[in-house]
T-cell receptor, first 112, second 110 residues
């Protein structure tokens, strides 16, 4: 069974800092991994999908990396802004099903 | 938002009553999902569907049933609601292996 751990659970930084959010998973037989953002009381917004054949995927100030062999993914946020404040969720595939398994997320607060 | 709507968006019901949540999509996606989100547990898969009348269980399926008689609708039914089913329920679809989520339904069982 896929299990996902996200570290840190919470993070508070001043505006402008570069950040790294970490995700580890137990079942490395994955074909991709998805990162989401969730604002309080809202649904999930897809940020990036990184394929197992890729090492990195970039979208604007966001960069995700994937190391299947070590069971790790990182989300790098450059030049953080207050609007980046949200919970970030890592989601590799569910073992044996075409669905996702979620970590508990990293709650990010960017101070102006 | 990939054309996903959920109804109702909020519901309060009493223990023991049946409840049906609806997920509707407008873009003919084959895969549809129901997840629940609870503090301390993150999002967990309840059931999913890979086509009309084709469904499978997730990790927290006890107490829930689903139906998909049309491509566009995926229904989640709580046959007899319990307080432990108080949660936020999210529907999702899969397009090119990317999952997109609906806005959620907040269900309170009193």
């Amino acid at each position: 069974k896929q299990e996902v751990t996200q570290i840190p659970a919470a993070l508070s930084v001043p505006e402008g800092e570069n950040l790294v959010l970490n995700c580890s998973f137990t079942d490395s037989a994955i074909y991709n991994l998805q990162w989401f953002r969730q604002d309080p009381g809202k649904g999930l917004t897809s940020l990036l999908l990184i394929q197992s054949s890729q090492r990195e995927q970039t979208s604007g100030r966001l960069n995700a990396s994937l190391d299947k062999s070590s069971g790790r993914s990182t989300l790098y946020i450059a030049a953080s802004q207050p609007g980046d404040s949200a919970t970030y969720l890592c989601a590799p595939p569910y073992t044996g099903r075409r669905a996702l398994t979620f970590g508990s997320g990293t709650r990010l607060q960017v101070q102006p | 938002d990939a054309g996903i709507t959920q109804s109702p968006r909020h519901k309060v019901t009493e223990t023991g009553t049946p409840v049906t949540l609806r997920c509707h999509q407008t873009e003919n996606h084959r895969y549809m999902y129901w997840y629940r989100q609870d503090p301390g547990h993150g999002l967990r898969l309840i059931h999913y569907s890979y086509g009309v009348k084709d469904t499978d269980k997730g990790e927290v399926s006890d107490g829930y049933s689903v139906s998909r008689s049309k491509t566009e609708d995926f229904l989640l039914t709580l046959e007899s609601a319990t307080s432990s089913q108080t949660s936020v329920y999210f529907c999702a679809i899969s397009e090119s292996r990317i999952q997109y989520f609906g806005p959620g339904t907040r269900l309170t069982v009193t």
